[in-house]
């Protein structure tokens, strides 16, 4: 009987094993066979998603009066970007060799998203409206150009900071994109992002340093200035060694006197001052704008050391380690022109679907104040002295103190500059202006690298985007 019941026990055992068993296998298959489905589905639904994008036309780039300068074309599969002129825009605008692909660069880059991203019922991207107007884009790359260097320029709305125009060079063609365009663009001196190469100022940041006088009240101090000085173990020398006598701000702004400038610079402002006023004009920061990154040095690699005296000097008359692209040049001139208030310069306008009136909009920029950098009277009074400084120059090229654009007579203010580069380069050259020099109306700032030439040299080129800004004007 117990031996019934033992083998009984051992039956049940045996069949309850192979039961569970079954159970067991069951749901591991139900487990396998779901998660093969559930895999299946999720790749099935991301190359539906990947065929759908691939439909989508990347979206235009258009300028401030709606005309398109760069659009995306299919070749099968693969997209590329044609501009309405292949050289003016490319190094502003972007380049980019298709959706996630590595070679992308400025608003392709930045705005990726936007330009893939379709509106319901539609296949094409959104349209990005910039502030730059196509002929003055142009017409400024046209006269930069003919310098056969590697250079740069920008317009600006002086009152909104609203970029009308900024070219580079050298530039690439972005319609016949070469496999070694890269390689070539760095054998001709140039940079995919030049914003983030910046480069000597020399005079222009003297800018900065007339507002550190003329807040000190040191505007009526004045310099014996026999064109040189010895600082320590260096020696500050004006250009050509001219030499100016007694010279107070005025004299000193107006012939960019290196040893009145060195000389206030070490003896009133030092270091602190000089650091305090950069950091008041943003220089030595990474400015992230709706184009790209911005970025200028104040110190070298951003590491601060203590400056000796000399080197107070040379700061002050933008060398030493004082660093600017052509945006932080304009926004020099553009605080000065407006009161003392720095505006946050912008390239982008909106970001839109569709056309006319069905226009949906992602985005629509408003001015924006960056910050008061000084005080009314403070920009007033250097905007009177780089009127005269102006007026000087244009008499000089012209034999008047005034152009004729938008259809009067005005003057221009504006700093010249000669940075030395050191080495066997040459000259960094520069001019940033406001005009009409009484009520300032645009900015102009331009530079051209490794020159054998002084900054004054580009006063015609200015003279001639003015006239050409102010046409509309007539």
Known sequence: MKDYRTKRIQIVSIFTLLLAGGLIVSILWSTVSNTDYDQQYARNQEKKMIDENEDILCGDIVDTNG?????????????????????????????????????????????????????????????????????????????????????????MEAKTGKIKACAFTPSVNGNELSDDWKEKLKEDGGYIKPLLNPVVPGSIYKITTSVGILEQGLDQ?????????????????????????????????????????????????????????????????????????????????????????????????????????????????????????????????????????????????????????????????????????????????????????????????LKTGTGEIGGNKKNSIWITSMAPADDPEYVIAMNIYDSDKAGKSLLGDIISLYKETMKEGE
Do not use: C
């Not at 760069?70 to 980019?96: C, H, M, R």
């Not at 991203?117 to 991207?125: F, R, T």
């Not at 002929?135 to 310098?147: G, I, M, P, T, V």
């Not at 310069?345 to 920029?365: C, D, F, L, Q, W």
């Open 67 to 155: 005309k398109v300068i760069a659009s995306a074309k299919k070749d099968g599969k693969k997209q590329t970007i044609q501009y309405e002129d292949p050289y003016a825009y490319t190094l502003f605008v972007g380049l980019t060799n298709g959706k996630d692909s590595p070679e992308t660069y400025g608003l392709y880059e930045m705005y990726q998203n936007d330009l893939y991203e379709s509106a319901e019922g539609q296949k094409k991207g959104a349209t990005i409206q910039m502030s730059i107007d196509s002929a003055l884009q142009k017409y400024a790359y046209y006269l930069l150009s003919e310098q056969k260097k590697r250079g740069s320029v920008i317009i």
């Open 221 to 413: 101090k004045t310099v014996n200035d026999q064109g040189s000085i010895t600082i320590g173990k260096g020696t500050l020398k004006n250009s050509g060694m001219a030499a100016y006598g007694p010279v107070s701000l005025l004299g000193g702004f107006l012939h960019s006197s290196n040893v009145y400038f060195g000389t206030m610079g070490k003896d009133y402002l030092k270091q602190a001052k000089l650091e305090e006023l950069a950091d008041r004009f943003l220089i030595g920061k990474n400015l992230k704008l709706d184009f790209g990154t911005v970025s200028s040095q104040f110190y070298a690699n951003n590491k601060k050391v203590t400056f000796s005296d000399i080197q107070n000097a040379w700061t002050a008359i933008g060398q030493n380690e004082v660093r600017l692209t052509i945006v932080n040049a304009a926004m020099l001139a553009q605080t000065i022109a407006n009161d003392g208030v720095m505006m946050k310069p912008y390239a982008v306008e909106s970001i839109y679907h569709g056309e006319g009136s069905s226009k949906t909009y992602a985005r629509k920029t408003k001015q924006q104040q960056y910050k008061t950098v000084t005080n009314q009277e403070v920009a007033d009074r250097l905007q009177n002295i780089m009127k005269t400084t102006g007026e000087y120059y244009t008499n000089q090229l012209t034999g008047k103190s005034t152009i004729n654009a938008g259809g009067k007579d005005i003057s221009i203010g």
